[in-house]
């Protein structure tokens, strides 16, 4: 209602009109933040999927407390599916009759198969003594033989064991979660301004 009895001229409630803020907010209302936080949210979903699968099975255990001479070992590689290409491995090497850390071992972790034949001295840190890394390379396809040969002050041992490189396949979930996650923005981007269009030609009328 108006004071004093007096009615609004069509200009009036036109102006009035143009004055009422739209829900999008005239900015980046919810109109865009709708869309950016579903593509955060995807994202964040993806990098926890990802940090998931990379905890539970990046690496591999293809040695499992096996005897060698005096030492017990345990070897892990990483990629756990080997390919073409790098691969890492880890040695915990223990004494096998009191089960402590072999801290003074020398380490030659050498490779021979289907490709060219390599090698690299696996070595711990004062962090983690009884832990031996290192990285060798598979240039192709098929099956490999890994050898480790231990030495220290309590004698020499060898052990080998099998790995066949295959490969890369499957597909990235990650990529896909972000596929979708655009698809997503792009459709409510499409609706928010099918919306503000029909507000619009709402109140032209």
Not at 29 to 53: S, Y
Not at 76 to 102: K, N, Q, Y
Not at 104 to 113: H, I, K, M, N, P
Not at 119 to 146: C, F, H, I, K, R
Request: charged fraction near 15%.
């Amino acid at each position: 209602m108006f004071p004093f009895g007096i009615s609004p001229c069509p200009s009036q409630i036109q102006a009035g009109r143009s004055k009422i803020p739209s829900p999008s907010g005239g900015g980046l209302g919810w109109g865009w933040r709708l869309p950016v936080l579903t593509l955060l949210a995807a994202l964040a979903l993806a990098v926890l999927i990802a940090g998931t699968a990379s905890a539970n099975g990046s690496v591999r255990l293809v040695v499992i407390d096996e005897v060698a001479g005096p030492y017990q070992l345990r070897v892990g590689i990483l990629p756990a599916d080997p390919i073409a290409g790098p691969l890492h491995v880890s040695i915990r090497i223990l004494h096998d009759a009191d089960e402590t850390a072999v801290e003074d071992a020398t380490v030659r972790v050498s490779v021979v198969g289907a490709g060219t034949p390599g090698e690299t001295n696996a070595v711990n840190s004062p962090q983690n003594p009884e832990l031996y890394e290192g990285n060798l390379w598979l240039d192709a396809l098929g099956d490999w033989q890994v050898t480790l040969e231990i030495d220290s002050p309590a004698g020499p041992a060898a052990h080998t064991f099998n790995v066949r490189a295959r490969e890369e396949g499957g597909f990235n979930l990650m990529f896909v979660i972000v596929a979708v996650a655009a698809a997503l923005v792009v459709a409510t981007l499409f609706w928010s301004q099918l919306q503000r269009r029909r507000r619009i030609t709402r109140g032209r009328r």
